[in-house]
């Protein structure tokens, strides 16, 4: 934990792109990083979210010599807002997986699942009433069953978001995915932001994956957003795992574009 304080310190002088769009009417998006952001689109906006991640993970527990690389291509998350604090949400993603145990090498390629989902604003800021949304996902399995379950998985989660200032925000994630009927999959994080500039923004955060029956997971990582219009917004993050159970390191880019009316 006191490796993450000079991280945290740098908060401070990055703001998150969820910011920048509650003053300005911009784009925001569920993306960078793990959270998902409190707003949804107004009624009749079409919007769409894009990116690609790499991921490099060594030594696993009990199987040191195994290295896994997976890049998750063009993960692709589709929004349209139905009435001024609903929308419906679809999502996918393309993956090469490659493993190495030894000289031995082996790859997969596939679409990992199919995401069906609703998100809903519940809150709104008043004094310690954070701004709060309900996101509601059913995972269907389409795809590669070495990549996914070949099970329906529904999933819930709450997103808040405190002000702390005129440009400051402290948000969180906290939610579960249904696996079966013995498996429970529960997800929390916490992201902390500053407002940096009309154009440039950024966001620091801590994830965790728990599961009920196994080690839990759990990432550090940060990034920046970069708003070339109202209507359009790139991003580039990182981040390392803070366990074993976690991959080594990862990177992403990508980016959103909201349609107009």
Same mark, same amino acid.
């Given at each position: 934990?006191?490796?993450?304080?000079?991280?945290?310190?740098?908060?401070?002088?990055?703001?998150?792109?969820?910011?920048?769009?509650?003053?300005?009417?911009?784009?925001?998006?569920?993306?960078?990083?793990?959270?998902?952001?409190?707003?949804?689109?107004?009624?009749?906006?079409?919007?769409?979210?894009?990116?690609?991640?790499?991921?490099?993970?060594?030594?696993?527990?009990?199987?040191?010599?195994?290295?896994?690389?997976?890049?998750?291509?063009?993960?692709?998350?589709?929004?349209?807002?139905?009435?001024?604090?609903?929308?419906?949400?679809?999502?996918?993603?393309?993956?090469?997986?490659?493993?190495?145990?030894?000289?031995?090498?082996?790859? !997969?390629?596939?679409?990992? =699942? *199919? %995401?069906?989902? $609703?998100?809903?604003?519940?809150?709104?800021?008043? +004094?310690? &009433?954070?701004?709060?949304?309900?996101?509601?996902?059913?995972?269907?399995?389409?795809?590669?069953?070495?990549?996914?379950?070949?099970?329906?998985?529904?999933?819930?989660?709450?997103?808040?978001?405190?002000?702390?200032?005129?440009?400051?925000?402290?948000?969180?994630?906290?939610?579960?995915?249904?696996?079966?009927?013995?498996?429970?999959?529960?997800?929390?994080?916490?992201?902390?932001?500053?407002?940096?500039?009309?154009?440039?923004?950024?966001?620091?955060?801590?994830?965790?994956?728990?599961?009920?029956?196994?080690?839990?997971?759990?990432?550090?990582?940060?990034?920046?957003?970069?708003?070339?219009?109202?209507?359009?917004?790139?991003? !580039?993050?990182?981040?390392? =795992? *803070? %366990?074993?159970? $976690?991959?080594?390191?990862?990177?992403?880019?990508? +980016?959103? &574009?909201?349609?107009?009316?």
């Amino acid at each position: 934990m006191k490796n993450l304080i000079p991280w945290l310190s740098l908060l401070f002088i990055f703001s998150f792109n969820s910011l920048f769009a509650q003053y300005y009417d911009a784009i925001s998006i569920d993306r960078p990083g793990q959270s998902n952001t409190y707003t949804t689109l107004k009624k009749m906006r079409f919007q769409i979210e894009s990116g690609f991640t790499y991921t490099v993970d060594k030594n696993f527990p009990g199987n040191e010599n195994l290295e896994m690389v997976k890049m998750q291509m063009a993960s692709t998350t589709l929004r349209f807002g139905l009435t001024k604090k609903f929308e419906l949400r679809l999502g996918s993603q393309f993956t090469y997986q490659r493993e190495k145990i030894l000289d031995q090498k082996s790859s !997969i390629s596939s679409i990992e =699942g *199919l %995401n069906l989902g $609703a998100k809903l604003r519940v809150l709104e800021s008043k +004094g310690i &009433i954070p701004d709060g949304a309900l996101l509601m996902t059913v995972g269907l399995p389409v795809g590669s069953k070495e990549l996914i379950s070949d099970k329906v998985e529904p999933g819930a989660m709450f997103i808040g978001s405190h002000p702390l200032s005129e440009a400051a925000r402290f948000e969180y994630n906290a939610g579960f995915t249904y696996r079966n009927a013995d498996f429970m999959e529960y997800f929390y994080s916490l992201v902390l932001s500053v407002n940096f500039s009309e154009q440039t923004s950024a966001f620091i955060e801590v994830a965790r994956t728990d599961p009920a029956k196994g080690e839990a997971l759990s990432v550090f990582d940060f990034g920046i957003s970069v708003l070339t219009s109202r209507t359009v917004i790139f991003d !580039i993050y990182g981040g390392k =795992g *803070l %366990n074993k159970e $976690a991959p080594d390191w990862f990177i992403s880019v990508g +980016g959103g &574009i909201r349609l107009p009316r």
